[in-house]
Each structure stands twice: as structure tokens, then as C-alpha cells.
């Protein structure tokens, strides 16, 4: 199996058992979805009271993580370190592809998606944070995919170059004709992509920052209220963005087979080291954030369900423990005994991690205040917070179709690290 | 032309004095004294839990009837298809103290619903009404998120936020479906300051709180509880306007900070040197 994986050709059982699962996946999802749109999107949630779920977590997950990795990106060819350069379209095509499948995950959470595209537009509320979260990623992601454009343009043109029929005629209008390998033109390529660049940081860094005020400007929910997520989900994008970037260079060079040396190794080992420092930073954040919030009488019945309560479980073992304390100390031995396999493990439980993490706080943010008239807890009104059958399906389509796309990417688009 | 210049001035100092008195008399007032401006109250001392307000606004407004509304004091929630519900209430230190409360959208006067749907879906009308204008709304449920008492919710059918609308196309010719339904005059419909007069001569007799004379900065919709909502275990809501712009200004500000120190400390990492792991490695 592992040696199947390893010669990482197209031809072999396990790629094709990889990319059917995943299009599995992606049926699931959209059964699920077309299920919602033939009955009613009530079998999408587990709560009236609770609106927020999975869907949104997933999205705030997924444009998080590509706001980080556009931050990780932006290291390389807009601070200029040339060490990261090696990773930049990589890494750019991840946030990329995150960010659209994240966008996706909240279009399918709204009752009138197609309604958003118009009215955004024609009556914009200048107010609402949501308004200002929609316009910006809209232009990020705008600025992403033509920074992307440039970054494999030149590799697309020598593809392009050096094939016939068809996949000529494919891959030179993916670069719309623009089939010049002269240096000159490489040069140009790099001017427009660090100016696309810039520009996707700062909305990128922007809409997030509006992204966490949809949480920190609502008064009527006092577990997000105030400033901290708007701060907070900047350094968790950071992170994340190593996360994304770490394993998935680290999982494409093991399936195909490659060694991850010299320039890339080192790098790697580097990063290691920023993320898990990161790491550390989040974790004060939480502690700063659970510590504040237990003085707050308001806020320390929410922070409860965390500590001990029903979300205790999710909070102590994917929180804190598979997210945060076990990472670091796994990357800092992996760093020091030079083990790739700690870097993987370590990203990964990151992630998932994370991914708990977010829907844990959306969803506790949620559950006080909840109208009871005869005063009943919303313990008893909500007696379970976990995610439906139908949302868990669409989630773990998006999921499918994420992985598709990179694993189509790395396969057709040129976004191998030039090592030498 | 002379004219008009001085017209447009006077308007303008006309536009400033009442502004700048506006703001130092605090928002509200000089809105809840136009005659155009209406309120509804609820007394729950007179409230006897017959619903037939529920079953007036279900009627009018065409929204499905369900189960809930049959006479139990179940206790029943607002959806997308409940506007309005009553349900009894008890008060905490006095458990023999039972009340009925008609329950619905307080028809706050700064609405924070309408100050974050992101494509101005709600409006809070002159009359005082705010609604939702369902052909535009994209559900995306942050207005209730927002709203102090929770009351927009989600129709999963048509797929978007609904809520009571005070009969806003039935007013003021005609009183909102469920105090014309109400029995013995629980409920009570007219222009705003008169209603708030009443509302606070009455809540002095029954010795009793005034629900929304303050909360959230004041609502169009009052009602008369026989003691506070604290004790009555409802939602409480802030006795000011919920999410203000200022302090909206204020905690995205901290988020650009945030996002300079972030840019700042990229910037100071990429002015660091290669580590020197190569030498050490090749050593080894
Ligand atoms: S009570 Fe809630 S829904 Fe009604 S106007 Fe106030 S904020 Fe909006
Ligand atoms: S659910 Fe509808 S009315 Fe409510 S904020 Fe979203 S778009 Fe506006
Ligand atoms: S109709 Fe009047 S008395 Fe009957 S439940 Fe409604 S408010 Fe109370």
C-alpha cells in the first residue's frame, strides 16, 4: 500500500482509490444539499435557537486558514525572505482553494445565497460587519487568484510550450496566450504577482479583521462581544496557515515519493519553529480569554460550558491538547531530533485541533442568552449541540472537493518547489 | 436665487439646532413625541392567556398553525412561523405569582437587527414598525444574532428571517390584529407618547416594571410585568442602545491594531538571517 502511494503515478490503485473517495465525498454532500433544497432547510440543523453551526464553523475555518496562508505567502514575496519564496505557489494556490471552498461553505449555509449577490451590491448596509466581511474576501479572493496567475504563469507557458493538441490548446489559454518564456517576461511575472500580493494582504488582513468583528461587535452575544476575536483570529491565521502549508508539502512529497531535502528541509525546520512560537501565542490568548472571562459573571456561564461543561470534552482534548500543548511539544522535539514525521503529526492535529475549536466557540457563543419565558436552562432546551447527519455530509463534501482540487492542482499546475 | 440661498440656510440651522438639541436630549425623545409615531403595550396583570392574539396575528399575517398553539401553558417559542406567543410566567421570589405574557419583536427604537443585516433588509419604519422585507433578506441570521431578546427567526421553508411586523399594513387605520382580538384589553394600540403615559400610570398602580422604557434604548413595544424581568427569569437586555456604531468603530479599531502588530512583526522576521543550521549539519 505504502509503496503504491509512494510511486505516486497516476496509474496506481491507491490515487484512484484517493480521488473516488473523495468524489464519494462530494456525492454525499450534494445529496445532502439537494435533500435540503427538496424538503426544508431545517434537516441542515440541530437547533432553531441555534443557527450558527458546523456550516459557519467550517467557513470561518477555511477562510482563517487561508488568510493565514496568505500571510505565510506574503513573507516570501512581498517581505521579501527569499527562503520562502520556494513555497510561494504552494502556498498560494492553498489559500486559494480554501478560501473558495469556504466561501462556498457559507453560500450554502444561507437561506438566499444567489439574493447576496444582488443586494450586496444595490443596498449595501455600510453598518454591517457581514457586508464588509463579504466585500472584502470578495476582493481577496480576486487578488489571490491573479497573484496566483502570475506566480504559474511561466510554468503553465513552458507546459504549454513543450506539449501538443489539446493540452497545448488547454494550457495556453490557461495562461491566455501569454506563452513567453524570456526572462523579461519572468521578471514582470514577479512585479505583478508582489503587487497582486500586497494587495491580497491587505484586504486579506482587513476582511479579517471584519470577520471577527461579525463576532466582537455583537453586544448581544457576550461570549464574542469585544475585541479579542478580532485580534485573536489574526495570530490563529497565522498559524493555521503554517499548519496548511507544512503538512500538505509535507504529504505531497511522501506520496510522490520525493525527498524533502537541502533548501526545502531547512525551511521546513524553520517554520517549525515560527509555528510552534505561534503556538504558544494562541494559547495565551485562550488562557488570557478564559482567565478574563471567568471574572465577567455575564461571560463566566458560557466560558463554563467549556471548561465543565458540555463542550468540556471538544474544549480539554481537541482545544488544548491535540490543538495546542501536544503540537508544540512535538514540534520542538522534531525540531531538535530533525524528524519531517513530528512537522506532519504536529500540523495535523493542529488542525483538526482547530477545526473543533471553531465550531466550539461559535456554538457556546450561542447558547446564552436563549428566550425561556418560564426560565428554563438552555441546557434543557438544546439538550445536545452536536451537528447533524445532513450538515456533517455537506461538510464532508466541501471537504472532499477541497482535497480534489490540490490534489488535481499538484497534479496538472506547476507548483513544484525548484530546489535547485 | 437670493432666496434660495437664504432658504437653504435657514434650513441648515434649522437642520443643525435640531440636531445638535437631538443629540443632547439624548436620541429618543423627540422621535416619541411625534403624533405619527405609534407603541403597543401588553399589561400582563390584565392578560387571562386565551391566545387569541396569537391566533389573530397567525390569521392575518397567513402563517401556518401549529400544535404549539393549542391551549396548554406549554411553554412555546418564537419561529418562523410564531410571532407572537404567550406563555406564563413566574416570578422567582413569589412562586404562587402567575402571569401570561404576550411575547414578541419589541420594536426597539435603535434597532440593532436593522444595524447589521448586510443588505439593509430591515428598516425601522416612522410609524415605528420595524420590519423585514422578505424578498430581500438572505438569511443569513445575524439579526438574531444581534437582537438583545432573540426575536427573529428563521422560516426554513421560504428560507428566511421573519418576525411581527406591528401589522405595519394594517396601521394606524386599523389596530395590529392581536389587540383587536384581545378580550378584555390587554392589549392597547395608539400613538407613542400617549401609550407610554398610560403604560407608566399603570405600571405606578400595579406597582409593578415597565418593560422597554429603557431596555435596549427604549422599544416601541411596552409591557407592564408585575415585577423586573430578573425576577420573572426572562432575557435581560441592556438599559441602552444595543450595538452602537461608536462602539462598532471602537473594537474594529482594536482589530487593525491587531493587524499592524501582525504586519510589524512580519516585517521584523523577515529582516532576520538564514539560520546557521548548514554549518552545524555539514559538522555533523
Ligand atoms: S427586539 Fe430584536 S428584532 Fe425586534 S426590533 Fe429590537 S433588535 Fe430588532
Ligand atoms: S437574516 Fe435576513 S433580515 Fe436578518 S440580518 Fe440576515 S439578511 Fe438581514
Ligand atoms: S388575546 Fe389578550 S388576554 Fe388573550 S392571551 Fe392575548 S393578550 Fe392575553
Redesign the interface.
Known amino acids: 500500500m505504502d509503496s503504491a502511494i509512494r510511486t505516486g503515478n497516476a496509474k496506481s490503485p491507491a490515487y484512484y482509490i484517493w480521488i473516488s473517495s473523495l468524489i464519494a465525498l462530494m456525492v454525499l454532500g450534494g445529496y445532502a444539499q439537494i435533500m435540503s433544497l427538496l424538503t426544508?432547510?431545517?434537516i441542515m440543523?440541530f437547533s432553531?435557537?441555534i443557527?450558527?453551526t458546523m456550516m459557519v464553523s467550517n467557513y470561518v475555518f477555511l477562510v482563517v486558514s487561508s488568510t493565514g496562508l496568505c500571510?505565510v505567502s506574503?513573507?516570501g514575496h512581498v517581505?521579501?525572505?527569499k527562503?520562502y519564496e520556494l513555497l510561494s505557489k504552494r502556498c498560494v494556490f492553498l489559500a486559494l482553494v480554501t478560501i473558495i471552498f469556504g466561501m462556498s461553505s457559507i453560500a450554502l449555509h444561507?437561506?438566499?445565497?444567489e439574493?447576496?449577490l444582488i443586494?450586496?451590491i444595490i443596498?449595501?448596509?455600510l453598518?454591517?460587519?457581514?457586508?464588509w466581511m463579504?466585500t472584502l474576501y470578495s476582493f481577496y479572493i480576486l487578488f489571490i487568484a491573479v497573484e496566483f496567475w502570475f506566480l504559474v504563469r511561466m510554468g503553465m507557458a513552458k507546459k504549454a510550450n513543450s506539449s501538443t493538441d489539446l493540452k497545448q490548446k488547454i494550457y495556453s489559454l490557461m495562461v491566455a496566450r501569454k506563452t513567453d518564456e524570456t526572462p523579461e517576461s519572468l521578471k514582470n511575472d514577479h512585479k505583478w504577482a508582489r503587487i497582486a500580493g500586497v494587495l491580497a494582504?491587505i484586504f486579506g488582513?482587513?476582511a479579517?479583521?471584519?470577520l471577527?468583528?461579525?463576532f466582537?461587535?455583537?453586544?448581544?452575544?457576550v461570549f464574542w462581544y469585544?475585541?479579542y476575536y478580532?485580534?485573536y483570529f489574526?495570530?490563529s491565521a497565522?498559524f493555521c496557515g503554517y499548519a496548511w502549508l507544512i503538512s500538505a508539502t509535507i504529504i505531497t512529497y511522501k506520496v510522490k515519493g520525493k525527498e524533502i531535502a537541502g533548501k526545502l528541509k531547512?525551511l521546513l525546520?524553520?517554520m517549525s519553529k515560527?509555528f510552534a512560537l505561534l503556538l504558544c501565542i494562541g494559547l495565551l490568548f485562550t488562557s488570557y480569554k478564559l482567565g478574563f472571562g471567568l471574572l465577567n459573571p455575564a461571560k463566566a456561564k458560557s466560558i463554563m460550558l467549556l471548561l465543565n461543561g458540555p463542550f468540556s470534552l471538544p474544549f480539554w482534548l481537541f482545544e488544548i491538547a491535540i490543538g495546542s500543548l501536544l503540537p508544540i511539544i512535538i514540534l520542538l522535539y522534531a525540531a531538535y531530533k530533525k524528524k519531517i514525521g513530528g512537522l506532519l503529526t504536529a500540523s495535523i492535529m493542529v488542525l483538526i485541533g482547530v477545526f473543533v475549536m471553531r465550531f466550539d466557540f461559535l456554538v457556546v457563543g450561542?447558547v446564552y442568552?436563549?428566550?425561556?419565558?418560564?426560565?428554563?436552562d438552555a441546557l434543557v432546551l438544546v439538550p445536545s449541540f452536536f451537528p447533524v447527519l445532513m450538515e456533517i455530509f455537506v461538510i464532508a463534501g466541501i471537504f472532499g472537493a477541497l482535497f480534489l482540487s490540490y490534489t488535481l492542482g499538484v497534479k496538472f499546475l506547476p507548483l513544484e518547489e525548484e530546489l535547485q | 436665487m437670493v432666496r434660495r440661498t437664504t432658504k437653504t440656510r435657514r434650513q441648515f440651522i434649522k437642520f443643525f439646532a435640531t440636531t445638535s438639541i437631538g443629540l443632547s436630549l439624548g436620541s429618543s425623545d423627540p422621535a416619541e413625541a411625534s403624533p405619527r409615531k405609534y407603541g403597543k403595550l401588553h399589561d400582563t396583570t390584565k392578560c387571562i392567556g386565551c391566545k387569541r392574539c396569537v391566533s389573530a396575528c397567525k390569521r392575518w399575517n397567513k402563517l401556518k398553525i401549529d400544535r404549539d398553539e393549542e391551549l396548554t401553558d406549554r411553554e412555546t417559542d418564537l419561529t418562523g412561523k410564531s410571532w407572537v406567543v404567550v406563555n406564563l410566567t413566574r416570578d422567582k421570589r413569589n412562586r404562587e405569582d402567575l402571569h401570561y405574557q404576550h411575547w414578541t419583536c419589541q420594536h426597539c427604537i435603535k434597532p440593532a437587527c436593522a444595524g447589521v443585516c448586510p443588505v439593509k433588509a430591515i428598516k425601522k419604519l416612522p410609524e415605528g414598525p420595524v420590519v423585514i422585507d422578505e424578498k430581500k433578506c438572505i438569511g443569513c441570521r445575524y439579526c438574531y444574532q444581534a437582537c438583545p431578546y432573540k426575536v427573529p427567526r428563521f422560516d426554513f421553508e421560504k428560507r428566511v428571517t421573519r418576525k411581527c411586523t406591528m401589522c405595519h399594513d394594517r396601521i394606524p387605520r386599523v389596530k395590529p390584529a392581536c389587540v383587536t382580538a384581545c378580550p378584555v384589553g390587554a392589549l392597547d394600540f395608539g400613538v407613542k407618547q400617549e401609550i407610554l403615559t398610560k403604560a407608566r400610570k399603570r405600571t405606578e398602580e400595579v406597582g409593578g416594571y415597565l418593560l422597554g422604557e429603557h431596555e435596549a434604548g427604549g422599544t416601541d413595544f411596552l409591557t407592564i410585568l408585575t415585577t423586573t424581568p430578573e425576577d420573572l427569569g426572562l432575557v435581560v437586555a441592556p438599559k441602552k442602545v444595543v450595538n452602537r456604531d461608536l462602539d462598532k468603530l471602537r473594537i474594529t479599531s482594536y482589530g487593525f491594531s491587531g493587524a499592524s502588530l501582525l504586519t510589524g512583526l512580519m516585517y521584523m522576521y523577515s529582516r532576520t538571517e538564514e539560520e546557521e543550521t548548514e554549518e552545524t549539519e555539514e559538522k555533523e
Open positions: 426544508s432547510l431545517e440543523e432553531l435557537r443557527p450558527w500571510i506574503s513573507l517581505f521579501g525572505m527562503r444561507l437561506g438566499h445565497p439574493r447576496a443586494y450586496n443596498t449595501p448596509n453598518r454591517s460587519p457581514i457586508w463579504g494582504l488582513l482587513s479579517h479583521n471584519t471577527g468583528a461579525v466582537g461587535h455583537t453586544e448581544a452575544r469585544g475585541p478580532p485580534v489574526l495570530f497565522a531547512k525546520f524553520e515560527i450561542e442568552p436563549m428566550f425561556s419565558p418560564m426560565g428554563k
